[in-house]
């Protein structure tokens, strides 16, 4: 049974053939009849919407289960939870607390149901699938195998979103800066690792602690809020640290002159990103919530074995 839980742990050939899924021609018979579940430890606009719209417009339906119905670990173990689900669907698309979940939930079922990761801790990569799509569509008329020698920055807080997107981008070629100060900056290690991708055939990854030196001349300017779930009790110090770090106009006007601006979302306007910069012409970060369906429809069809 197949899994997308990182970018890392996905061989070239079915990445591009998940890129390629998102966006063909669509049979909206592949799941009819099909359920998957959808279990959210943490609260979601865009992943839980484009998940169930994917589901849908490939035949099936989909059932959402939130923390308080099930209580990983608290309320039942993640194991029982599931092997129940593993007694009704095939597949399980989840946003969880703890990466870990993961490799016990396979294990107790005994890899016969397929898990979809939505976000953890360690990693995002259907977002990152997403994000390739929506500068593919920008720089490349769609072709993701086209974008090697692009500039991407990365600024502020380096997240798991972060090591997803810096991860899928190196393996194509393109040149990842991370620009973030200390304390926040990526770390070396991990399932979800650009460290590893950045020899060889792969993009070069470059930290500094400078946004200025991140965004000079690149091609897209990519930024996470400051102050993510769980982080709120640190929102003063994080404020205080990554000031600097905020996308404003002026810092845009250092990227390249088509330079594009891209956000996860959900923003926080005025911490890591200004009204002016988001709301630009050159934002695109409602052709990123257009392609987290996409992202997740290619990965189902990808699991369901689906090929072009």
Same mark, same amino acid.
């Given at each position: 049974?197949?899994?997308?839980?990182?970018?890392?742990?996905?061989?070239?050939?079915?990445?591009?053939?998940?890129?390629?899924?998102?966006?063909?021609?669509?049979?909206?018979?592949?799941?009819?009849?099909?359920?998957?579940?959808?279990?959210?430890?943490?609260?979601?606009?865009?992943?839980?919407?484009?998940?169930?719209?994917?589901?849908?417009? /490939?035949?099936?339906?989909?059932? $959402?289960?939130?923390? &308080?119905?099930?209580? @990983?670990?608290?309320?039942? !173990? #993640?194991?029982?939870?599931?092997?129940?689900?593993?007694?009704?669907?095939?597949?399980?698309?989840?946003?969880?607390?703890?990466?870990?979940?993961?490799?016990?939930?396979?294990?107790?079922?005994?890899?016969?149901?397929?898990?979809?990761?939505?976000?953890?801790?360690?990693?995002?990569?259907?977002?990152?699938?997403?994000?390739?799509?929506?500068?593919?569509?920008?720089?490349?008329?769609?072709?993701?195998?086209?974008?090697?020698?692009?500039?991407?920055?990365?600024?502020?807080?380096?997240?798991?979103?972060?090591?997803?997107?810096?991860?899928?981008?190196?393996?194509?070629?393109?040149?990842?800066?991370?620009?973030?100060?200390?304390?926040?900056?990526?770390?070396?290690?991990? /399932?979800?690792?650009?460290?590893? $991708?950045?020899?060889? &055939?792969?993009?070069? @990854?470059?930290?500094?602690? !400078? #946004?200025?030196?991140?965004?000079?001349?690149?091609?897209?300017?990519?930024?996470?809020?400051?102050?993510?779930?769980?982080?709120?009790?640190?929102?003063?110090?994080?404020?205080?640290?990554?000031?600097?770090?905020?996308?404003?106009?002026?810092?845009?006007?250092?990227?390249?002159?088509?330079?594009?601006?891209?956000?996860?979302?959900?923003?926080?306007?005025?911490?890591?990103?200004?009204?002016?910069?988001?709301?630009?012409?050159?934002?695109?970060?409602?052709?990123?919530?257009?392609?987290?369906?996409?992202?997740?429809?290619?990965?189902?069809?990808?699991?369901?074995?689906?090929?072009?």
């Amino acid at each position: 049974m197949k899994h997308l839980l990182t970018i890392a742990e996905l061989d070239q050939a079915d990445l591009e053939d998940i890129y390629s899924l998102a966006v063909a021609p669509i049979d909206d018979e592949l799941l009819r009849g099909q359920g998957v579940a959808l279990v959210f430890e943490r609260p979601s606009l865009r992943t839980r919407a484009s998940s169930s719209s994917a589901v849908h417009e /490939l035949g099936g339906y989909v059932t $959402f289960f939130g923390d &308080e119905e099930i209580g @990983l670990d608290t309320r039942e !173990s #993640a194991e029982d939870v599931a092997r129940t689900l593993e007694q009704m669907f095939s597949i399980a698309a989840m946003r969880l607390k703890s990466h870990s979940c993961f490799a016990r939930m396979d294990a107790a079922t005994g890899g016969r149901m397929s898990l979809i990761n939505l976000l953890s801790e360690v990693s995002h990569p259907t977002q990152a699938i997403a994000d390739v799509l929506t500068i593919a569509e920008k720089f490349s008329k769609g072709n993701v195998n086209d974008l090697r020698g692009l500039e991407v920055a990365y600024v502020g807080d380096a997240t798991n979103v972060t090591r997803s997107l810096a991860v899928a981008l190196l393996r194509l070629g393109v040149n990842v800066r991370v620009g973030a100060p200390n304390g926040y900056q990526l770390q070396p290690g991990g /399932l979800e690792n650009p460290a590893a $991708f950045s020899t060889g &055939e792969y993009g070069k @990854l470059t930290l500094t602690s !400078s #946004a200025t030196e991140a965004v000079s001349g690149a091609n897209v300017v990519y930024t996470d809020a400051w102050i993510s779930m769980g982080a709120e009790a640190q929102a003063k110090e994080r404020r205080k640290k990554l000031k600097s770090f905020r996308v404003t106009e002026e810092l845009m006007s250092q990227a390249d002159k088509h330079a594009i601006f891209m956000h996860c979302l959900p923003a926080h306007r005025g911490d890591e990103v200004v009204d002016e910069v988001l709301d630009a012409e050159y934002s695109k970060v409602w052709t990123e919530v257009k392609h987290r369906r996409s992202a997740m429809i290619g990965a189902l069809r990808w699991l369901k074995g689906e090929t072009l």
